[in-house]
């Protein structure tokens, strides 16, 4: 942690790019329209960033595992107001210096992806039903698209819920148990599964090289200090505002 936000050491390496997760240090970062107050905080993340509200683009998040291609074009897209997002999204990937992209999470999973051979940028929201869906598998298709080999991509997994937090109904626990049967058990009638080892996983399995992937170590439950969390704080959670992009 460092300068009152997270950063992936992985991606620290390449000084062409700018990526930060908030912490509560900047205050609730989720918006369901125009917020004043939320509008603030995200300014005041993104100038700790070096860089302007006005040039970030957000995901709707919708807990599926759809990923659009953005530019310049929509900058400021759902940067001030949530119902200008892109909508129907989860993820988002561009190639343009200059356009950062922002998801909001507070317990789901932040996935941030670089390409350092093409200068591509992506991100996406990995709930459990987008992680069911495979969204970490689509948004490497997606950098597939626009030439990306899957071994180049440097990926960081962020905070997110932790196996001991993720207590899931046994309807829940089917769909991990037949697609992650070892990222998850069942203890005195409860379902656990591990949201960090699925996603993995899956991106393993989508090309991207172990040693190119960080997983965040930290849980948004277990550290009320620095993160907002759903299942811990329910209506007054404060969440995270997660944000790549490549430097103009």
């Not at 356009?99 to 991100?123: E, M, R, S």
């Not at 949201?195 to 277990?222: D, Y």
């Amino acid at each position: 942690m460092e300068d009152d936000f997270f950063k992936f050491s992985n991606l620290n390496e390449f000084p062409e790019i700018i990526q930060g997760i908030s912490t509560r240090t900047f205050g609730n970062m989720k918006m369901m329209v125009a917020d004043a107050k939320v509008i603030k905080n995200r300014q005041r993340f993104t100038k700790a960033l070096d860089i302007d509200l006005g040039s970030v683009v957000k995901a709707e998040g919708v807990h599926g595992a759809s990923i659009a291609i953005v530019g310049r074009n929509e900058r400021g897209c759902g940067a001030f107001n949530q119902q200008e997002s892109i909508k129907g999204t989860d993820g988002l990937i561009t190639r343009e210096s200059g356009v950062y992209l922002l998801i909001t999470v507070a317990d789901c999973l932040p996935i941030v992806a670089y390409d350092p051979v093409l200068k591509i940028a992506g991100i996406a929201h990995a709930g459990w039903k987008g992680i069911i869906a495979e969204v970490g598998a689509a948004l490497i298709e997606k950098f597939k698209t626009l030439g990306s080999s899957p071994d180049n991509l440097i990926v960081g997994i962020g905070p997110g819920i932790c196996q001991k937090h993720f207590v899931v109904r046994n309807d829940t626990l089917l769909y991990f148990k037949d697609k992650y049967p070892k990222a998850s058990f069942i203890r005195n009638h409860d379902g656990y599964v591990d949201l960090k080892g699925c996603l993995r996983e899956q991106l393993l399995i989508a090309g991207v090289s172990e040693s190119n992937l960080e997983i965040a170590t930290e849980c948004t439950v277990c550290d009320p200090y620095y993160f907002g969390s759903f299942r811990r704080d329910g209506d007054k959670t404060i969440y995270q505002a997660v944000i790549i992009g490549i430097k103009e």
